[in-house]
Each structure stands twice: as structure tokens, then as C-alpha cells.
């Protein structure tokens, strides 16, 4: 048991090595780097692609790699905001690792790219526990998820740099209570912001992209510590990507032309 407890935490280790190298690489380049985290059907795509959509629409230079199991559902989603998309197929795994993260922006983000959103798989177990080199990491609900979500995934939303509600259109007829959720989100994560957002109308759409846009512009955020990873969390890890598994396992969801960067984001 102590032995496989302790070859955990040397992936954990390893991991946590390579992400500090690419947030050096990537913060050196001048690109922010957004890890998303939620279960599935938060609502996450479709508020990113929302998000995506207004960054082109106001010259921002983003681009968005996705991670799921199976299928390009999402990254054919993201696509028609007219940014840059790639799909990562995890073929099971249920996290992405700084390795996979590396090998997959290698040869496809474009250089001028200052902000890239990466849609981590759909769960708040796995992902919590392995940082991807991100400047920016965000923990989004859904409102008919409960208001003690927090509470329930710890790891997640205490080392969440920003919390989004999201669905906020549905919190009447779920009977949401926003106030003990706020308070939950504090108890894991003292301070930190909780953002309202509702896909479907754009609400709090401009205010998310502006909190990704002024963390980009102080440099990488001062990230709390992560938890310890989950003791019963059994899952490996990944392999390296390689040039010959990018067409299979990455497919390229870029657009012909991209818009010219803002002179002042």
C-alpha cells in the first residue's frame, strides 16, 4: 500500500516538474494558459465557446484544446466561434497531464496565440490533483448541481483561482441558494471569486473573459497549493504524445485565417 502510495505521489512529482518548465515556456512567450475543471454537464463547452467567440469578436488571439474520452463532439462545437481548436482523445484517461499538454501544443498553437483554454476531461477527481503548467485555473457548476458541490470535491474548488456558476437562467426553478453556496466556495477556498454566468443569454460572458485577460496581463497567478491527490484515485497515467499519434488523437479543428491581436487587450 505504501509503495503504491508513493509511486503516486512521484508521478505527482514529475508532473509538477514539467508544468513549472511550461509555465516558465509558455509565460515566456507571452500566452496565458486556462485550465477549465467541472463535471460533466455543467455547461462548460458551450460557455467556452461563448467565451471563445467574444475574444475573436473583440481581437484577442485564444485557442482552445479539448480533452474527452471519445468523439470530437466538442471541439466541432468550439470550432464555429472562428478560434483555433484541437481535440485531445484520451482514450480513457480521465485527466490531462503537463506532458500531454507539451506534446500537443508542439508544431499547433500559433504564435501569437496570448491565451489558450484547455477544456480538462469532465470530472472533478482526476484533474484536481494535476497541474498542467496553467496560469489560470477555474472550477465552473452548474446551479442544479447543488449548492454543497464545493464541499463534496475539495481538491477542485480549493485550488480553483476563480469560480464560475454557471446556468444561472435555471437557479429559480432549482431552488438554488446562492448564498450557502458562496459560503461553501469559501470555506475550501477563502477569497477566492465566484463569477455568474448563463451561456444561453451571455451573462457574465465579457466579465469571465476580463478576469482571464487581467491574469494574463500580471503574469501567472500565485496558485494555492493543490490537495494531496485521493489515496483511492487508480487511474495511471498518461504516455507521451508523439507527431504520429497527433492525426488519430488530435484532430485539428483550426480555422484558415486568424484575427489580429488587440493592441490593448
Same mark, same amino acid.
Given at each position: 500500500?505504501?509503495?503504491?502510495?508513493?509511486?503516486?505521489?512521484?508521478? *505527482? =512529482?514529475?508532473?509538477? +516538474?514539467? =508544468?513549472?518548465?511550461?509555465?516558465?515556456? *509558455?509565460?515566456?512567450?507571452?500566452?496565458?494558459?486556462?485550465?477549465?475543471? /467541472?463535471?460533466?454537464?455543467?455547461?462548460?463547452?458551450?460557455?467556452?465557446?461563448?467565451?471563445?467567440?467574444?475574444?475573436?469578436?473583440? @481581437?484577442?488571439?485564444?485557442?482552445?484544446?479539448?480533452?474527452?474520452?471519445?468523439?470530437?463532439?466538442?471541439?466541432?462545437?468550439?470550432?464555429? /466561434?472562428?478560434?483555433?481548436? &484541437?481535440?485531445?482523445?484520451?482514450?480513457?484517461?480521465?485527466?490531462?497531464?503537463?506532458?500531454?499538454? &507539451?506534446?500537443? *501544443?508542439?508544431?499547433?498553437?500559433?504564435?501569437?496565440?496570448?491565451?489558450?483554454?484547455?477544456?480538462?476531461?469532465?470530472? *472533478?477527481?482526476?484533474?484536481?490533483?494535476? +497541474?498542467?503548467?496553467?496560469?489560470? &485555473?477555474?472550477?465552473?457548476?452548474?446551479?442544479?448541481?447543488?449548492? +454543497?458541490?464545493?464541499?463534496?470535491?475539495?481538491?477542485?474548488? @480549493?485550488?480553483?483561482?476563480?469560480?464560475?456558476?454557471?446556468?444561472?437562467?435555471?437557479?429559480?426553478?432549482?431552488?438554488?441558494?446562492?448564498?450557502?453556496?458562496?459560503?461553501?466556495?469559501?470555506?475550501?477556498?477563502?477569497?477566492?471569486?465566484?463569477?455568474?454566468?448563463?451561456?444561453?443569454?451571455?451573462?457574465?460572458?465579457?466579465?469571465?473573459?476580463?478576469?482571464?485577460?487581467?491574469?494574463?496581463? /500580471?503574469?501567472?497567478?500565485?496558485?494555492?497549493?493543490?490537495?494531496?491527490?485521493?489515496?483511492?484515485?487508480?487511474?495511471?497515467?498518461?504516455?507521451?504524445? /508523439?507527431?504520429?499519434?497527433?492525426?488519430?488523437?488530435?484532430?485539428? $479543428? =483550426?480555422? $484558415?485565417? &486568424?484575427?489580429?491581436?488587440?493592441?490593448?487587450?
Amino acid at each position: 500500500m505504501c509503495r503504491s502510495a508513493d509511486v503516486k505521489q512521484a508521478v *505527482l =512529482a514529475h508532473n509538477d +516538474d514539467l =508544468a513549472r518548465a511550461l509555465r516558465a515556456e *509558455l509565460d515566456g512567450r507571452g500566452v496565458a494558459v486556462v485550465n477549465l475543471l /467541472s463535471s460533466p454537464g455543467s455547461g462548460k463547452t458551450e460557455l467556452l465557446g461563448r467565451v471563445l467567440a467574444r475574444a475573436v469578436e473583440r @481581437g484577442v488571439p485564444v485557442a482552445a484544446l479539448t480533452a474527452d474520452l471519445a468523439t470530437e463532439n466538442d471541439a466541432t462545437r468550439l470550432a464555429r /466561434s472562428g478560434a483555433p481548436v &484541437r481535440q485531445v482523445l484520451t482514450d480513457g484517461l480521465c485527466h490531462l497531464e503537463a506532458r500531454q499538454l &507539451r506534446g500537443h *501544443l508542439t508544431g499547433w498553437l500559433p504564435e501569437d496565440t496570448a491565451v489558450l483554454f484547455v477544456e480538462n476531461v469532465g470530472n *472533478l477527481v482526476c484533474p484536481a490533483s494535476y +497541474d498542467l503548467g496553467e496560469t489560470l &485555473r477555474i472550477v465552473l457548476m452548474a446551479v442544479t448541481e447543488g449548492e +454543497d458541490k464545493p464541499l463534496k470535491y475539495p481538491t477542485a474548488f @480549493g485550488s480553483a483561482h476563480l469560480v464560475v456558476a454557471t446556468k444561472t437562467d435555471l437557479a429559480a426553478a432549482a431552488g438554488f441558494d446562492e448564498d450557502t453556496f458562496r459560503a461553501n466556495v469559501q470555506r475550501v477556498n477563502p477569497g477566492v471569486e465566484t463569477v455568474r454566468t448563463c451561456a444561453r443569454t451571455g451573462d457574465g460572458v465579457d466579465t469571465l473573459l476580463d478576469r482571464v485577460l487581467a491574469a494574463r496581463a /500580471s503574469g501567472p497567478a500565485h496558485r494555492p497549493p493543490l490537495a494531496p491527490h485521493p489515496h483511492s484515485h487508480n487511474h495511471g497515467h498518461a504516455p507521451e504524445p /508523439s507527431a504520429a499519434d497527433a492525426p488519430a488523437g488530435t484532430p485539428d $479543428h =483550426a480555422p $484558415h485565417t &486568424r484575427p489580429q491581436p488587440a493592441s490593448a487587450p
